[in-house]
């Protein structure tokens, strides 16, 4: 993602009531927070956020907490927020790495994973949000039967996600190579910002769905 740095953004971010300030201490007490028992779902790189703020919209009883590691992107969904206030939505400005000092055992149903950065090179691949060990982390936050969601149009990083599931011990429960043209994996779809654009370059979408 090509970043400009959006004046004031860090600052508006530290003063906003829907960026949790200090996630370390949130672990076990998600549904404290959001006040209710309701599912928790996280996207992992939300850029703008136009994917969970749209999801906590159509669906008010589930709870939602977008993770972004940058400031500048960020900012856009905290506005957002700001204007028009969701209850069942939180954002984090973090590294996904630390993951696991936010969220406990069982804490997540499910993880999205939209048009995460390639790392295309070899030394990088732990960095890709597909991989083996990031599948691990997702593994100790899930609850048993809870999956991770992952779209992008990039075939490479798609491939590289495929061949991480068996050695990770997981496995796919849908998939597609041309998610706009499969009328089942389709339904419901939310689009993203980076979808949106690929896409309507002619860009095929690439999905699944999977659990361990
Ligand atoms: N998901 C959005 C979409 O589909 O429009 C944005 C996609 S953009 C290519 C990837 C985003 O993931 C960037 O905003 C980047 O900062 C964020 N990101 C990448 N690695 C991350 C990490 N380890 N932790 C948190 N955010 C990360």
Known sequence: MRLRNVTGSR????????????????????HEIFGNDNPVRIEIGMGKGRFITELARQN??????????????????????EEDPLLNL??????????TSV?????VDRIYLNF????????????????????????????????VEFKTDNSDLFQFALEELEPAGWKILQMTKDLHNDMQMMQ????????????SKGNPIYKYIVTR
């Open 60 to 81: 008010p009883d589930v709870n939602y907490v977008g993770i972004e590691k940058f400031s500048s992107v960020l900012i856009r969904g905290v506005q957002k927020q």
């Open 116 to 147: 995460s950065d390639p790392w295309p090179k070899d030394r990088h691949a732990k960095r890709r949000l597909p991989s083996r060990e990031f599948l691990r982390r997702y593994g100790e936050i899930l609850i048993p039967e809870g999956v």
């Open 90 to 99: 939180y954002f984090i400005r973090m590294d996904a790495e630390e993951i």
């Open 103 to 107: 969220f406990g055992t069982d804490e």
């Open 11 to 30: 600052e508006a971010i530290a003063k906003s009531d829907y960026v949790i300030h200090n996630p370390q201490e949130c672990q076990g007490k998600w």
């Open 188 to 199: 419901g779809n939310v689009m993203t910002e980076y979808e949106e654009r690929f896409s």
